[in-house]
């Protein structure tokens, strides 16, 4: 499977994105898929997961700002985020929750005034 983030950009605080992550050369099939981040310096992290069914979970420091959710029939999730902050600076990637794909390039996300 080959996985393909996009929608990243400059945006500034208290702004808005939407990422989109599209699978190629099969489906997300039945799996849960993350939304995964990591910023310079920092580890990867998953900040948002949604089954196939649309059960979602979140990180405490994306809750109520974020909101992920997926369109199986498109082979494609996303990502909604609001009221951006600096902090949330980081390239976003996403991939199946367990046994990981293999990883894209991920889309850049930049939060600055």
């Known amino acids: 499977v080959q996985l393909q983030a996009s929608g990243g950009g400059l945006v500034q605080p208290g702004g808005s994105l939407r990422l989109s992550c599209a699978a190629s050369?099969?489906?997300?099939?039945?799996?849960?898929i993350g939304w995964y981040r990591q910023a310079p310096g920092k580890q990867r992290e998953l900040v948002a997961r949604i089954s196939y069914g649309g059960s979602t979970n979140y990180a405490d420091s994306v809750k109520d700002r974020f909101t992920i959710s997926r369109d199986n029939a498109k082979n494609t999730v996303y990502l909604q985020m609001n009221s951006l902050k600096p902090e949330d600076t980081a390239v976003y990637y996403c991939?199946?929750?367990?046994?990981?794909?293999?990883w894209g390039h991920g889309t850049l996300v930049t939060v600055s005034s």
């Open positions: 991939n199946r929750v367990t046994n990981n794909w293999n």
């Open positions: 050369g099969s489906t997300f099939g039945f799996n849960a």
